[in-house]
């Protein structure tokens, strides 16, 4: 089971995002890519055990060009502005070193999960283990657990699984057993490696995927994947469809509390699920982000007060409940239709 930093997750919304952010440059340790995803591990240290799940890290393409020690590709064009990533997960790692590998530190190292999409994305995963990298965090509030509701549900949407592994490694430090249940258009799309699942996620004693997430393998996850386009083993349809199946089976919701992070319409059709259901749901926005730090406006989300709240210090992580989804951006998302989703 992971260990992690004391106070690692709030139990209460209003308790998060109490440790303050700090500037840092921050050393690239290791570089996994796959296919269109990039999973970069940053030795942070100072980050790394201030950050709680939901929480993302602000990372600058233009810092340290000059740096003499290192030779490295020149930013792009478009490097003025940090990047907002996630914080995928905290590991141990050893502090880079010209003497050779030292001892690892506990808690040392951050991970950040993303998608080649334009020239920033592309040139940070070309970078190399040893570059230096100039990192701001943790930002903004991530998620809560609430005791009272001791089930979690996590639900993804593509690219939306990159705070997951960091809260599902939260859950099971408390000796909580969480269910993630992940939405792709098909099995390519998947951020992270898919293995033959071992916890097999049911309704109406039939399972509902036969795939889970590699680094969940033997492990007391439970993992379900949906893919739009058909494919052996996956549930068939959206990530909506899937979790309304999975919660139309379940007879003890009183103990359910949901977590969704994906695109604004996936989490628009959750939202209205979890009103029809009567059940908790935290959501992690997705609006693009400039300063990161409450001063540029950039992140707006419509509140039900008629006002505002900014993704970046408010967020990104909201009770479902404060958004007003009606006027939110983003096509509008269809409901799913249990009659379509249960087993008969």
């Given amino acids: 089971m992971p260990v992690l930093p004391e106070g690692n997750i709030a139990f209460r919304a209003e308790d998060r995002g109490e440790r303050k ?11 996994e890519r796959d296919r269109q995803f990039c999973r970069l591990t940053l030795y942070a240290p100072e980050i790394a055990r201030r950050s709680q799940p939901g929480q993302f890290v602000n990372v600058y393409l233009n810092a340290l060009s000059g740096e003499a020690n ?17 914080v995928a997960g905290i590991q141990s790692a050893r502090k880079p070193s010209s003497n050779g590998p030292g001892e690892k530190e506990e808690h040392s190292a951050i991970n950040i999960v993303f998608d080649l999409r334009r020239a920033g994305t592309r040139w940070l995963a070309q970078l190399t283990p040893n570059a230096p990298l100039r990192l701001t965090g ?3 509030k991530g998620f809560w657990f609430d005791p009272s509701r001791p089930r979690p549900i996590l639900v993804a949407g593509g690219i939306g699984l990159a ?6 490694a939260t859950f099971l430090s408390l000796g909580v057993y969480p269910t993630v249940l992940i939405g792709v258009r098909s099995p390519r799309d ?23 997430i590699e680094e969940w393998a033997g492990r007391p996850v439970s993992v379900a994947i949906a893919s739009e386009e058909t494919a052996e083993g996956f549930f068939p349809g959206t990530v909506v469809d899937l979790l309304t199946a999975y919660l139309y089976a379940l007879s003890d919701l009183d103990t359910v509390c949901l977590y969704a992070c994906g695109p604004m319409p996936m989490l628009k059709a959750v939202s209205r ?26 992140c707006p989300i419509p509140s039900k007060l008629g006002s505002y709240r900014l993704c970046c210090i408010d967020g990104p992580v909201f009770d479902s409940v404060v958004i007003d989804w009606e006027r939110t951006g983003g096509r509008e998302a269809p409901n799913a239709d249990p009659t379509k989703c249960l087993k008969e």
Avoid: K
């Fill in 163 to 168: 705070p997951f592994p960091f809260l599902v």
């Fill in 273 to 298: 699920l979890a009103d029809d259901l009567h059940l908790p749901l935290q959501v992690a926005t997705e609006e693009r982000m400039a300063c990161g730090l409450g001063l540029c406006f950039g």
């Fill in 70 to 86: 290192y030779e490295r590709l020149s930013p792009p064009p478009s490097g003025i502005l940090p990047r907002p990533f996630s």
């Fill in 190 to 212: 998947l951020p992270l490696h898919a293995v033959r699942s071992q916890n097999l996620v049911f309704a109406r004693n039939e399972p509902l995927s036969l795939w889970t």
């Fill in 138 to 140: 943790p930002l903004g």
């Fill in 21 to 31: 952010p700090v500037a840092v440059t921050g050393v690239v340790v290791a570089n």
